[in-house]
């Protein structure tokens, strides 16, 4: 069975930092791209980040571009996303998926397709 967990969300004041972490399972991770999701109330989905574990293209949305580092523990089939100089914009429900289909994060944007999903965690960024 797939899994894929996403974890380290809560409340951050503006201008802190915040891990998140994506947990895979039941798939070989390696042949996988994986990205990170918002979704704000009221908003559309947005993709904010992509990592491929298959030919290292990585993705960053303009939104959050400069301020968050996405990277791969394939040894622990686990992608992070780590978040700094957030803002309160930066608050929404983040997902992570898993897609191959390729899994290159070349052509990546917010309404790529995802082979899997994971439950959110939420972020709330305070002013």
């Known amino acids: 069975e797939v899994q894929l967990q996403a974890s380290g969300g809560g409340l951050v004041q503006a201008g802190g930092s915040l891990r998140l972490s994506c947990a895979a399972s039941?798939?070989?991770?390696?042949?996988?791209?994986i990205a990170w999701f918002r979704q704000a109330p009221g908003k559309e989905r947005e993709g904010v980040a992509c990592?491929?574990?298959?030919?290292?293209?990585?993705y960053y949305s303009n939104s959050v571009k400069g301020r968050v580092i996405i990277s791969s523990d394939n040894a622990k089939n686990m992608v992070s996303l780590q978040m700094s100089m957030t803002n309160p914009e930066d608050t929404a429900v983040y997902y992570c998926?898993?897609?191959?289909?390729?899994?290159?994060?070349?052509?990546?944007?917010?309404?790529?397709?995802?082979?899997?999903w994971g439950k959110g965690t939420l972020v709330t960024v305070s002013s």
């Open positions: 998926g898993a897609f191959t289909h390729p899994s290159s994060c070349v052509h990546f944007g917010s309404r790529y397709g995802m082979d899997y």
């Open positions: 039941g798939y070989i991770f390696a042949d996988y791209g």
């Open positions: 990592i491929s574990n298959t030919d290292g293209s990585i």
